[in-house]
């Protein structure tokens, strides 16, 4: 008897040991599937997180600049990259009447088909398609700011240009778009042009100049200025540039200049004479700085039409 109530007791004492063991299982389990409440935003650590991370987000949204450029806020560099995003780190302009040849430099900027194209863009909204030139890359893309320009790009459709735009003096946006993917937007000045279309060649004509490569830019532009009846004693291809307040530095025609290119490079300082023939050294000196220059060409002393050219900061 006293055997049995023995047993008994150890199977109570068992049964009161396992039941105390499932309180605490159910206990911890219930604290591991509700998390505490915060009591300030009423919300699970989980949720607050979540909500951390999304005003991150939205911080950073906000605070996305745009991507139209100017000179002055362009990426200094940008890397190919296969699907790579296009970028445009520079123009070799910024503004010039139609007709201006531009390069855009950059990166990532080859389509289907290896193809190398941009776009013109205005204020409405409305686009030019701008065919790249022979010698465009994926670095490089050469176009002409001709006018009027396809609003679409009918290159593989075979199809008449449907939509014309016409470029008139003003802001645009030019940009390219490799594969649909749209690189970040530089502006670009189209400006009114007072330069004659064409000009000839002729003995002892009369120095014109047509167009320049560029309009404006930095101390250090290389620059190609137009037109012809440019070479003068012994063949010398040179010109000037002139200051508001009519000083100049002398521009050395550099290799490859003919009696219609002229390639100088905007260097400062220059000098103020031609001492070419002299071989005496120079006794003075003009130092460009940012604002408005003419430039022109003055074989056998007769004096060209003068350019307007914009020095602007690098």
Same mark, same amino acid.
């Given at each position: ?80 990259? $296969? ?17 201006? &040849? ?39 893309? &050469? ?27 003003? &802001?645009? =946006? ?21 330069? $004659?279309?064409?000009? &000839? ?88 700085? $940012? ?14 039409? =003068? ?8």
């Amino acid at each position: 008897m006293d055997q049995k109530r023995y047993i008994n007791i150890i199977i109570l004492i068992v049964l009161v040991v396992i039941l105390a063991v499932g309180v605490g299982y159910l206990t911890l389990s219930k604290k591991r599937t509700l998390p505490p409440v915060s009591p300030i935003t009423n919300q699970t650590p989980e949720n607050t997180s979540t909500q951390n991370q999304m005003s991150l987000t939205n911080t950073s949204t906000q605070q996305t600049p745009s991507t139209t450029s100017s000179s002055s806020s362009l990426p200094t560099t940008c890397k190919d990259e $296969p699907e790579g995003v296009p970028v445009i780190t520079s123009l070799s302009a910024y503004s010039g009447p139609v007709g201006t &040849k531009l390069e855009i430099r950059g990166c990532n900027f080859k389509g289907f088909e290896g193809d190398v194209d941009a776009w013109i863009e205005n204020s409405k909204g409305e686009r030019g398609f701008l065919h790249g030139e022979p010698g465009s890359t994926n670095n490089i893309i &050469k176009v002409t700011l001709n006018s009027p320009l396809c609003q679409e790009n009918t290159s593989y459709s075979g199809l008449p240009c449907s939509k014309w735009l016409t470029l008139t003096p003003g &802001k645009y =946006k030019i940009y390219t778009l490799p594969w649909g993917e749209e690189s970040n937007k530089v502006e670009f000045t189209i400006l009114p042009s007072s330069l $004659p279309t064409t000009c &000839k060649d002729e003995p002892e004509g009369v120095p014109v100049i047509t167009s320049l490569s560029a309009y404006s830019g930095p101390v250090g532009t290389k620059l190609e200025i137009r037109g012809c009846n440019f070479k003068g004693f012994e063949g010398d291809v040179d010109a000037w540039i002139e200051n508001s307040k009519g000083e100049r530095g002398f521009l050395h025609g550099e290799p490859g200049s003919t009696n219609n290119i002229i390639k100088v490079t905007l260097n400062s300082p220059l000098c103020q004479e031609n001492t070419s023939y002299s071989g005496l050294p120079c006794s003075k000196w003009l130092t460009l700085t $940012p604002g408005k220059y003419k430039i022109y060409t003055l074989p056998w002393g007769e004096e060209s039409n =003068k350019v307007e050219f914009t020095i602007v900061n690098p």
